[in-house]
């Protein structure tokens, strides 16, 4: 449905009309078109421009005549229409206007021309029209919010569809958000830490390409342990080379064979004492350091020691024995030589190694420092030997070979070496491994961002939402389609409804029926196409059987609106509910012919109410009296939400469209207009600038009023105020009272000082109860339906 004009622009009178600013009620609020809409407008105001407008919605196409027109129509459940496109609204519009008739009555503007033909259902088509109605109550209603069978599932399924829609796409951006926010949302999306994830230009579809990667079965996620060591490799920075360790070259082989020989070497027996020989008391050979050449007798026994005990005692330790004691000792201070290199033997310290390194150089390094500790252990077990035989250095020891792993501290050194090689082959590598580590952060980052948004359950909710779309979209499909066919269809069976005859009988049924020209018919005359050879009709206006030329502008009104009406019900209308636009259409007809005028809107169109919207413009103020009797248009409730009353005002070269003054709308005849003004000033106990014109008016209202009120009770040839006498009875006073108010002040003329003062309260309110009081008592039935007539109770007056 139209609401409203929202503006015209450049197009003939409307220069710049703004519907919001102009179109308004008393309290300011914005009105809009209603199912019915009446529009008065004096003659050349702008009636006509309005109609063209609405007729190029029909044609498609405004006039070129316009210099840069600019209109747009607003409706309430299609987009708004403009100047440039009128074919936009996909509604059946249908407009009676003076291009109507020359369009379709060209005999008009050429007497030797025709009328525009057209079908309508023909009589002898019952069981196709019969047909046609079955599939349209099949179809259902299609008005907003009244939507019947097929039509309201189709509103039902679009809906439920419309909802799953909304579903699948909640559920989208539910992910879709989650899914932008990890990748590119500021400060925590991937995008904005690459200094951990590398990827400066990370984006959503990359992320939907990695989650596919951690997804797959082949992908293995690193361990927490390995995510703090590439963490910390994150924070390496280029170290500088491990310079090559030098070996441990301990020759234990040699140092066990000394040590055996040395151990098993005898000392000959000659000159020997045997006491010291079987037992080694190396005190002996200490006591002999401290008492040869210093004491003559022996500190521990103060005996005298002899000469010939101290050649028996040199005798006992000769060279021989002397020599291995040497040997012996240097022996021993070799090896603590080769412990303390085991002992100051060490690995680099792990700092210089990369952090990538550090499991492995633990490692390496416990295993170094067991087989040092073994090592130290085996040298020291050969000191352990030699120090024996050095206490007892005249008897032999049997060698006990030491447990030490040589083949071992080989491979360590070897495990050293290769870490020290990788480790500085490490240095040039760096970049790339810091790559391929923020790679393997950033893939453990989203395998853990996709199980805590449980990403698998997100897409299959999203999945199972579509297929229910997907369901909901066919089943709506599935309605539309058997909607669609049985249009089509039902098109296809009004198509075989021609019947030219048919058309033309329902013309001159209203041409002789409602208006009693039974001197002119209109006939349908049939002819061979030359082009296609079939039968083709036109239409002509025939008077006594001829057909009719120099038609009065009455007669031209007269059929041309009958054949307006008529096209109604034509075969490309009848049922769809057009939008109707009437202008103006009792031009050059006489009082009788405009109320049959009215009688074919209410019977024709108000009777079977087969349109969407109605509008009416006229000038005349009688066929606007009778358009206040349509069905609904009286001043009740239903009118405030069915009919809307607007005028359109034109000032110089300009016209606006404004609400319908209530004195217009709301009277069937100015009568009773003045019999309320009469009524408002006999009740106000005191005057204010709201009711002010009441009284201010009071004396021509008054005079008006009761000019036609007693007219029409004493319809004879007395004189007013003889009239006014009967009126008021015998009392003379209240008519010669009313009489003075009725003249002075509807009248300035011989009383011009009456100008110069304010019009008093207490005349006014007593003049006008004096005429309401006779009236109710003269008649109380036509006084109760004056007051019914404006609205007022009449308990209350």
């Given at each position: 449905?139209?609401?409203?004009?929202?503006?015209?622009?450049?197009l003939?009178?409307y220069?710049?009309?703004?519907?919001?600013?102009?179109?308004?009620?008393?309290?300011?609020?914005?009105l809009?078109?209603?199912?019915?809409?009446?529009?008065?407008?004096?003659?050349?105001?702008?009636?006509?421009?309005?109609?063209?407008i609405?007729?190029?919605?029909?044609?498609?196409?405004?006039?070129?005549?316009?210099?840069?027109?600019?209109?747009?129509?607003?409706?309430?459940d299609?987009?708004?229409?403009?100047?440039?496109?009128?074919?936009t609204?996909?509604?059946?519009?249908?407009?009676?206007?003076?291009?109507?008739?020359r369009?379709n009555?060209?005999?008009?503007?050429?007497p030797?021309?025709?009328?525009?033909?057209?079908a309508?259902?023909?009589?002898?088509?019952?069981?196709?029209?019969?047909?046609?109605?079955?599939l349209?109550?099949?179809?259902g209603?299609?008005e907003?919010?009244k939507?019947?069978?097929?039509?309201?599932?189709?509103?039902?399924?679009?809906?439920?569809?419309?909802?799953?829609a909304?579903?699948?796409?909640?559920a989208?951006?539910?992910?879709?958000?989650?899914?932008?926010?990890?990748?590119?949302?500021?400060?925590?999306?991937?995008?904005?830490?690459?200094?951990?994830?590398?990827d400066?230009?990370?984006?959503?579809p990359?992320?939907?390409?990695?989650?596919s990667?951690v997804?797959?079965?082949?992908?293995?996620?690193?361990?927490?342990?390995?995510?703090?060591?590439?963490?910390?490799?994150?924070?390496?920075?280029?170290k500088?080379s491990?310079l090559?360790?030098?070996r441990?070259?301990?020759?234990?082989?040699?140092?066990?064979?000394?040590?055996?020989?040395?151990?098993?070497?005898?000392?000959?027996?000659?000159?020997?004492?045997?006491g010291?020989?079987?037992?080694a008391?190396?005190?002996?050979?200490?006591?002999?350091?401290l008492?040869?050449?210093?004491?003559?007798?022996?500190?521990?026994?103060?005996?005298?020691i002899?000469?010939?005990?101290?050649?028996?005692?040199?005798?006992?330790?000769?060279?021989?024995?002397?020599?291995?004691?040497?040997?012996?000792?240097i022996?021993?201070?070799?090896?603590?030589n080769?412990?303390?290199?085991?002992?100051?033997?060490?690995?680099?310290?792990?700092d210089?190694?990369?952090s990538?390194?550090?499991?492995?150089y633990?490692?390496?390094?416990?295993?170094?420092?067991?087989?040092l500790?073994?090592?130290k252990?085996?040298?020291?077990?050969?000191?352990?030997?030699?120090?024996?035989r050095?206490?007892?250095?005249?008897?032999?020891?049997?060698?006990?070979?030491?447990?030490?792993?040589?083949?071992?501290?080989?491979?360590?050194?070897?495990?050293?070496?290769?870490l020290?090689i990788?480790?500085?082959?490490?240095?040039?590598?760096?970049?790339?491994?810091?790559n391929e580590?923020?790679k393997?952060?950033r893939?453990?980052?989203?395998?853990?961002?996709?199980?805590t948004?449980?990403?698998?359950?997100?897409?299959?909710?999203?999945?199972?939402l579509?297929?229910?779309?997907?369901?909901?979209?066919?089943?709506?499909?599935t309605?539309?389609?058997?909607?669609?066919?049985?249009?089509?269809?039902?098109?296809?069976?009004?198509?075989?409804?021609?019947d030219?005859?048919?058309?033309?009988?329902k013309?001159?049924?209203?041409?002789?029926?409602?208006?009693?020209?039974?001197?002119?018919?209109?006939?349908a005359?049939?002819?061979d196409?030359?082009?296609?050879?079939?039968?083709?009709?036109?239409?002509?206006?025939?008077?006594?059987?001829?057909k009719?030329?120099?038609?009065?502008?009455?007669?031209?009104?007269?059929?041309?609106?009958?054949?307006f009406?008529?096209?109604?019900?034509?075969?490309?209308?009848?049922?769809?509910k057009?939008i109707?636009?009437?202008?103006?259409?009792?031009?050059?007809?006489?009082?009788?012919?405009?109320?049959?005028?009215?009688?074919?809107?209410?019977?024709?169109?108000?009777?079977?109410?087969?349109?969407?919207?109605?509008?009416?413009s006229t000038?005349?103020?009688?066929?606007l009296?009778?358009?206040?009797?349509?069905?609904?248009?009286?001043i009740?409730?239903?009118?405030k939400?069915?009919?809307?009353?607007?005028?359109?005002?034109?000032?110089?070269k300009n016209?606006?469209?404004?609400?319908?003054?209530?004195?217009?709308?709301?009277?069937?005849?100015?009568?009773?207009?003045?019999?309320e003004?009469?009524y408002?000033?006999?009740?106000?106990?005191n005057?204010?600038?709201?009711?002010y014109?009441?009284?201010?008016?009071?004396g021509?209202?008054?005079?008006?009023?009761l000019?036609l009120?007693?007219?029409?009770?004493?319809?004879?040839?007395t004189?007013q105020t003889?009239?006014?006498?009967?009126?008021?009875?015998?009392n003379?006073?209240p008519?010669?009272f009313?009489?003075?108010?009725?003249?002075?002040?509807?009248?300035?003329?011989?009383?011009?000082e009456?100008?110069?003062?304010?019009?008093e309260?207490?005349?006014?309110?007593?003049?006008?109860?004096?005429?309401?009081?006779r009236?109710?008592y003269?008649?109380?039935?036509?006084?109760?339906?004056l007051?019914?007539?404006?609205?007022?109770?009449?308990?209350q007056?």
């Amino acid at each position: 449905m139209i609401t409203k004009i929202k503006y015209i622009k450049n197009l003939a009178v409307y220069k710049d009309f703004e519907w919001d600013k102009e179109v308004k009620n008393e309290k300011g609020e914005i009105l809009e078109f209603k199912k019915t809409n009446i529009i008065y407008g004096r003659n050349y105001s702008g009636k006509t421009t309005l109609s063209r407008i609405f007729r190029a919605m029909e044609t498609g196409k405004l006039s070129s005549k316009y210099d840069n027109p600019e209109c747009c129509i607003k409706f309430n459940d299609v987009s708004d229409v403009i100047q440039d496109d009128f074919t936009t609204h996909k509604k059946q519009v249908r407009v009676f206007n003076e291009d109507f008739i020359r369009d379709n009555l060209r005999f008009v503007v050429n007497p030797d021309d025709s009328i525009e033909p057209f079908a309508i259902v023909g009589g002898d088509n019952n069981t196709i029209e019969n047909e046609i109605n079955v599939l349209k109550d099949k179809l259902g209603e299609n008005e907003k919010e009244k939507e019947t069978r097929l039509y309201k599932d189709l509103l039902n399924g679009s809906q439920i569809a419309k909802q799953a829609a909304i579903a699948v796409e909640a559920a989208k951006k539910k992910l879709t958000d989650q899914l932008s926010l990890k990748a590119i949302g500021n400060p925590h999306g991937i995008k904005y830490k690459p200094e951990i994830y590398g990827d400066q230009l990370y984006s959503n579809p990359k992320l939907l390409k990695e989650i596919s990667v951690v997804k797959n079965d082949s992908y293995e996620p690193i361990s927490d342990d390995k995510k703090s060591l590439l963490l910390k490799l994150l924070n390496e920075q280029k170290k500088d080379s491990i310079l090559d360790s030098k070996r441990l070259n301990i020759l234990f082989e040699d140092l066990n064979e000394q040590t055996s020989l040395l151990l098993s070497r005898k000392i000959t027996q000659s000159n020997k004492i045997d006491g010291l020989l079987k037992d080694a008391m190396l005190w002996v050979k200490e006591g002999i350091d401290l008492h040869k050449n210093k004491r003559s007798k022996c500190s521990f026994c103060d005996n005298d020691i002899t000469k010939e005990r101290w050649i028996e005692l040199e005798n006992h330790f000769n060279e021989e024995s002397s020599k291995l004691e040497d040997n012996l000792k240097i022996l021993i201070s070799n090896i603590k030589n080769e412990i303390e290199k085991l002992e100051d033997f060490k690995m680099e310290v792990k700092d210089k190694y990369y952090s990538k390194f550090h499991v492995e150089y633990e490692i390496i390094n416990a295993e170094l420092i067991d087989c040092l500790k073994s090592s130290k252990d085996a040298l020291e077990l050969l000191i352990n030997q030699l120090e024996n035989r050095l206490n007892d250095v005249f008897n032999p020891l049997a060698f006990k070979e030491p447990p030490f792993d040589k083949q071992k501290l080989i491979e360590i050194f070897k495990k050293i070496e290769q870490l020290n090689i990788r480790s500085n082959d490490y240095t040039k590598n760096l970049v790339k491994e810091q790559n391929e580590a923020k790679k393997e952060l950033r893939l453990r980052e989203i395998f853990d961002f996709i199980n805590t948004i449980q990403y698998d359950n997100q897409t299959s909710e999203i999945a199972s939402l579509e297929a229910v779309f997907e369901m909901e979209k066919n089943k709506k499909a599935t309605i539309k389609k058997e909607i669609d066919d049985i249009l089509v269809l039902i098109t296809q069976k009004q198509n075989q409804l021609n019947d030219e005859g048919g058309a033309v009988d329902k013309v001159n049924e209203f041409l002789n029926s409602h208006f009693g020209h039974q001197f002119l018919t209109l006939v349908a005359i049939e002819f061979d196409d030359d082009v296609t050879g079939n039968k083709k009709y036109r239409f002509e206006v025939q008077r006594d059987g001829k057909k009719a030329h120099h038609l009065s502008e009455g007669e031209v009104s007269l059929i041309a609106f009958c054949y307006f009406i008529a096209k109604l019900k034509d075969i490309k209308t009848k049922g769809k509910k057009p939008i109707i636009w009437i202008d103006d259409p009792i031009s050059s007809l006489d009082s009788n012919h405009i109320f049959f005028i009215y009688t074919l809107i209410n019977t024709q169109i108000y009777g079977d109410e087969e349109f969407e919207q109605l509008f009416i413009s006229t000038h005349n103020l009688n066929f606007l009296k009778y358009l206040k009797r349509l069905p609904g248009a009286d001043i009740t409730k239903e009118t405030k939400t069915r009919f809307r009353h607007l005028i359109i005002n034109r000032s110089d070269k300009n016209s606006i469209i404004k609400s319908m003054p209530n004195f217009l709308k709301n009277y069937v005849t100015e009568f009773n207009y003045l019999f309320e003004q009469i009524y408002k000033c006999s009740i106000m106990s005191n005057v204010n600038d709201s009711n002010y014109t009441e009284y201010y008016n009071f004396g021509n209202n008054a005079r008006k009023f009761l000019e036609l009120f007693l007219f029409y009770k004493y319809p004879d040839t007395t004189t007013q105020t003889q009239k006014i006498k009967k009126f008021f009875g015998e009392n003379n006073i209240p008519s010669i009272f009313t009489d003075r108010i009725n003249n002075e002040y509807a009248h300035l003329s011989g009383c011009f000082e009456r100008g110069e003062t304010l019009i008093e309260e207490p005349e006014m309110y007593t003049a006008a109860k004096l005429i309401i009081d006779r009236i109710k008592y003269h008649d109380i039935d036509q006084y109760q339906a004056l007051v019914n007539s404006v609205e007022i109770s009449f308990e209350q007056a």
